[in-house]
């Protein structure tokens, strides 16, 4: 929701001097970050120190259902005692063949990865320009509102001129931190972002 990112090694600092296991939710960074879309485990080196990773594909992977990376021994305990799996109707077969097909893609886009980054890099480049002040630093991009109300209006301005951009309020974010949440896209063109900077900028002032 702030558009950063977690701080892993400090995290894995904190697992090894008190015993515990970390569990990192990877659904934003599939496809995007790390070697082969793998995520910002893998992109940091932290995979041996690190019990599991959770990835969904209904994000940049464009596909449904959701998948766990960890040992085979975690693999076997969740086979076995996991009722969330237990008690879940499998995937139909030709869904596998739709996440083959996606992991595939993502694996050998390396150009998409960067341009995501600097697509995102881009944007925010242009918010500044507006004195618009976004968080984070990744392609998520939030704006804070802070109003509930205002954050909505501001949301119904953009979604009237085309933009499907949604205010995030209270209890998904913290009190009188309502925010515009907007998500760029590596297939974003060079207009687009200038255009929803005006949009943005004409909500905002009304």
């Not at 992977?61 to 021994?73: E, H, K």
């Not at 881009?122 to 990744?138: D, K, N, V, W, Y």
Request: one cysteine or more; a neutral charge; hydrophobic letters at 40%.
């Amino acid at each position: 929701m702030d558009g950063d990112r977690a701080p892993l090694r400090e995290l894995v600092e904190l697992t090894e001097r008190y015993g515990a296991h970390l569990i990192v939710d990877e659904a934003h960074t599939t496809g995007c970050f790390g070697p082969g879309g793998s995520g910002c485990v893998d992109e940091a080196g932290l995979r041996d120190w690190v019990l599991a990773t959770v990835h969904t594909g209904g994000k940049a992977l464009g596909v449904f259902g959701a998948y766990i990376c960890g040992s085979a021994q975690l693999k076997e305990l969740l086979v076995n005692r996991c009722r969330h799996l237990i008690f879940t109707t499998a995937l139909p077969p030709v869904a596998s063949l739709w996440w083959l097909e996606a992991i595939k893609r993502v694996r050998e886009d390396a150009a998409g990865r960067r341009k995501l980054l600097s697509n995102a890099n881009r944007f925010r480049a242009l918010l500044a320009e507006q004195g618009i002040s976004a968080t984070g630093t990744e392609y998520v991009v939030p704006i804070i509102i802070g109003d509930d109300t205002r954050a909505v209006e501001v949301a119904n301005h953009l979604q009237e001129r085309g933009y499907d951009v949604r205010a995030i309020r209270p209890p998904s974010v913290p009190q009188d931190t309502a925010r515009l949440r907007i998500s760029i896209h590596a297939d974003h063109d060079t207009v687009t972002p200038r255009c929803a900077r005006h949009a943005l900028r004409e909500a905002m002032n009304t």
